[in-house]
């Protein structure tokens, strides 16, 4: 049995590191690696690993958000990786999840492997569902809820809008830019912040200074250095830095 593996650590170098540990496994394949949540839950869509090595902490996105974003019903199985943190230790223990401490040893993670190897090998996978869900309660890690409606103050009044009719979203200092055909809301809000409620299976960031709804895009335009441009359904052009292309080709795929 060949075990599909997918990495996701936000540290280059633990990346590195685990890639280098599996190289030595001959039933393991590393299909893929991801330095952020976002990326994660788009190649675990595309790739559908059988098995994920999952940090915990990652700037916006970090593990328990893409096991919610994913579903526990689709979850492949997960062997987190974790800075030292003794009550998620302790509920990970007591529901068999495995896991492994940076900095990784190396006995730690052969027995990480072959729980994961076991627990593949099982026919009911509904049970790691199950340890995965109850380990989560334990920890009071309720299900991510994304936004549905935003609730923009305006002129006195406070403005609905529903995250289905956004077309786009682009930095405006300390406020973000909702575009809605030809409407133009502004939120107190980050763009940071803003992309941390939004469902990341429907939006996209695709440079520093914008968000766009993947259901709006017509295509991509490669430029020069690997930026690029996404064109809207609606003609709109907005601009891409290279750092982002791979999450959206992913989502787009």
Known sequence: MTIRTLLVDDEIIALRGLHQR??????????????????AIAAINDLRPDLVFLDIQMPGLGGFD?????????????????AFDQFALRAFDVHAVDYVLKPIDSERF???????RQTLQQPAAGCLKERIAAALEDL???PRRWA?????KSAGRVVLVEVGDIDRI?????????CIGAKRHLLRETLA???????PAGFARISRAAIVNIERVRELQPMFS????????????????????????????
């Open 148 to 152: 549905r409606r935003l609730a923009i």
């Open 226 to 253: 690997g930026d690029f441009v996404v064109l809207l359904k609606d003609g709109t052009q907005v601009a891409g830095s290279r750092r982002y292309r791979e999450t959206l080709d992913r989502l787009l795929s």
């Open 170 to 178: 682009e930095a405006a200092g300390n406020y973000a830019e909702i």
């Open 110 to 116: 052969q027995q990480a492997l072959a729980w994961a």
């Open 140 to 142: 009071g890690l309720a």
């Open 22 to 39: 599996l190289l030595h496994e001959t039933d393991i394949e590393v299909v893929g690696q991801c330095e952020d949540g976002a990326s």
């Open 193 to 199: 912040s803003l992309e941390g409620r939004l469902d």
């Open 66 to 82: 893409v096991i919610a974003a994913i579903g526990l019903a689709q979850m492949p199985a997960v062997i987190f990786v974790t």
